[in-house]
């Protein structure tokens, strides 16, 4: 179910924002979406086609982008990004710390959108 209002926000920004620049159909979204992200891409498509019909963002595509999990170092700030099978065995590449933050993974947002 979470899908469903994720979804839901999703297609609310696109038709809130479809006005002001004049447009006359939503062809297609692009969204990244962090791989650390328990969204699912089927799920996200079947709910935006139940969702969007009869609105400006029927028939749209999602074309769905899993942007890299990236961490900090708590302790030389050193950035970087591993895999999601990586996760339970986290050290800096820089000092070797297993202390770091998430900056990235889990995060979705709408990168751009194709329209008429």
Known sequence: MHELQVTESILNIALKHAPADKVKKIVAIHLNIGELSDLENEWIQQYFDYLSKNTLAEGAKLVIERIPI??????????????????????????????????????YFIKNMEVI
């Open 70 to 107: 990236r961490l900090k170092c708590d302790s030389c700030q050193n950035e970087f990004e591993i895999k999601r099978d990586e996760i339970k065995n986290i050290k800096c590449r820089q000092c070797g710390n297993k202390k770091c933050s998430l900056i990235a993974g889990r995060d």
